[in-house]
Nanobody, 125 residues
Framework: VQLQASGGGLVQAGGSLRLSCAAS????????MSWFRQAPGKERESVAA????????YYAASVKDRFTISRDNAKNTVWLQMDSLKPEDTAVYYC???????????????????WGQGTQVTVSS
């Protein structure tokens, strides 16, 4: 699976951004998907994940009620809608795909098999 992330940018605190991740290659619908982020000097962390069908979703506590993950298997795309952005949301955001299917405990980068190139999100105060 090849993943292409886009949609990052510079936004003021309280603003919104929508990230997109377009997939190609192996059947998109067979992969659980996730968005990770990595801030300078910090480890890469999972912020949201979605099952193959879209029926099961995970959010990190830090983004719950502000971020929304969704997918359209017909369009081979997963999105991350980010609202009420905070300066601490500043990071490079990566989309990732997992062969083994959705698992609420699959939160480590090593749990995912394919990665997009990352898109920078910068939130100014």
């Amino acid at each position: 699976v090849q993943l292409q992330a886009s949609g990052g940018g510079l936004v003021q605190a309280g603003g919104s951004l929508r990230l997109s991740c377009a997939a190609s290659g192996r059947p998109f619908s067979s992969h659980a998907m996730s968005w990770f982020r990595q801030a300078p000097g910090k480890e890469r962390e999972s912020v949201a994940a979605i099952s193959q069908s879209g029926h099961s979703i995970y959010y990190a506590a830090s983004v719950k009620d502000r971020f929304t993950i969704s997918r359209d298997n017909a369009k081979n795309t997963v999105w991350l809608q980010m609202d009420s952005l905070k300066p601490e949301d500043t990071a490079v955001y990566y989309c990732a795909a997992r062969n083994a299917g959705f698992n609420y405990g699959a939160l480590r980068p090593g749990d995912y098999d394919y990665w997009g190139q990352g898109t920078q999100v910068t939130v100014s105060s």
